[in-house]
């Protein structure tokens, strides 16, 4: 599996214009040191450790690819980690791949599958790997509901405990909704479970991600995990569960849930195009609902992201593209590489700073929707920047007109 992992992270920077008509390539490094009572709470390691509360030391490189081609697109990720950890333990390592496509079928429904993989070594060897078919809905073009199902797979090696090796199943599901309420802020709420016992394991999970400066973001995060198992006890005489002893002889299973609450929140500061800080802290809940055992955990760090490449096809200027939804409803998406607020103004807002507000929904790309009637519409794009403003240059794959003053306006056509 590692094999096949590095390759594809080698494949990733290979460049690709004749594949694709439009993409993003992205190579970065985080680094990441912190405390933590249990490795269960660090994104990157996820192991359920709480046999030494100790300080760690993460570097994470992490390769990113965009592709885009008519109504398909492809987000591939893909990287590797090392940690070191303050106390005796081994260090650990790993090599992850994510690969998300999505076929676009109309305006409001779409098609997809997620897959990816990981393989550790730490005092185990462990390798996952999943896949999930995904349907999503978008009732407007800053909301989307998806709806997944697939299955996962872990296999274990313990090189000194053979019998403790094994390979495992997991079938699950979830239902995600992803909403922009302003273009500051996005909202993610989602359940979650187990397909073989949806009711019993089900689970749910939010978080918030708010724009608070051009160079500050926070996010917040919460969450409910339930595990439902069977222990099976063999009875002799008594001494066993319940209280008072079983009958000899007899098998009792007991039915058992673990219930983990977590919340977690984190600040990002951007210093420049290259470099961003951030802090993060997490806190986590165990309860046994057959022990009545409660035990909790917490977790801090700061992490520093450094920017290797950035690659894009438009760097200095913004590819706008328009689609017409109903019959007077135009969907603009406008892809631009840089920093600042983005608006939208033209003859539908008699030219009104600052105009329609952008809304950035992944790296390098930001939504609009405009209701117009029928006609022929001129636009500019405004970038603000704090207390500067400037008119973006639109690419020449943007339909535009002569503005009259030595400069061009996109034009919008409603039939």
């Given amino acids: 599996m590692k094999k ?10 290979i460049p ?21 009572s249990n490795t269960y709470l ?12 100790t300080g760690y030391a993460t570097l994470t490189p992490i390769g990113n690819i965009f592709l885009s081609k008519g109504q398909f697109s492809v987000d591939l990720t893909s990287g590797g980690a090392y940690s070191q950890f303050t106390d005796e333990r081994d260090a650990w390592s790993s090599l992850f791949i994510l690969l998300n496509s999505n076929y676009r079928i109309n305006e409001r429904w779409g098609l997809g599958v997620e897959t990816g993989g990981s393989s550790y070594s730490m005092q185990s ?10 349907l999503s809905f978008s009732p407007s073009l800053f909301t989307r509901v998806n709806l997944k199902a697939g299955s996962s797979f872990r296999k274990l090696n313990f090189e000194d405990q053979a019998d403790a090796s094994g390979f495992d199943q997991f079938n699950n599901y979830a239902l995600e909704l992803e909403t922009w309420p302003t273009f500051r802020w996005q909202l993610k709420v989602g359940v979650f479970g187990d397909l073989n016992n949806p009711a019993e394991s089900l689970g749910a999970r939010a978080s918030s ?3 608070l400066h051009r160079n500050w973001d926070i996010n917040l995060r919460t969450g409910i995990e339930r595990y439902r198992f069977q222990i099976m006890t063999e009875g002799g005489g008594g001494g066993g569960f319940p209280p008072g002893g079983n009958p000899g002889n007899q098998t009792t ?14 600040v990002k500061y951007r210093i420049n195009s290259i470099l961003e800080a951030s802090v993060s802290t997490d806190y986590l809940n165990y309860y046994s609902t057959v022990t009545e055992e409660s035990v909790s955990d917490v977790h801090a760090s700061i992490g520093f992201r450094v920017t290797l490449f950035n690659g894009s096809r438009h760097t200095d ?9 109903a019959k007077q409803t135009i969907l603009l998406n406008l892809k631009y590489n840089g920093e600042g607020h983005l608006y939208i103004l033209g003859d539908f807002n008699d030219w009104q700073k600052p105009g329609i507000s952008l809304v ?13 009637d029928s006609g022929a519409y001129e636009y500019k794009i405004l970038l603000v920047e704090g207390d500067a403003e400037k008119w973006l240059e639109l690419s020449e794959d943007t339909f535009t007109v002569n503005d009259g003053f030595g400069g061009e306006n996109g034009l919008i056509i409603i039939d």
């Fill in 42 to 53: 660090n994104p990157m390691l996820s192991e359920w450790s709480r046999e030494n509360t």
């Fill in 360 to 372: 950035k929904q992944r790296r390098n790309r930001y939504a609009a929707q405009l209701s117009l």
């Fill in 253 to 266: 299973t007991t039915e058992e849930a673990d219930i983990l609450y977590r919340i977690s929140a984190g």
């Fill in 317 to 325: 200027e913004a590819n706008v593209e328009l689609r017409q939804n």
């Fill in 4 to 13: 096949w992992m590095i390759l594809l992270i080698g494949l990733l920077f």
């Fill in 125 to 134: 060897d462990r390798s996952v790997y999943w896949v999930q078919p995904v």
């Fill in 16 to 36: 690709i214009d004749v594949f694709s008509q439009d993409w993003d390539a992205l190579l970065f490094l985080d680094g990441r040191t912190g405390y933590t």
């Fill in 209 to 211: 991600d708010i724009n």
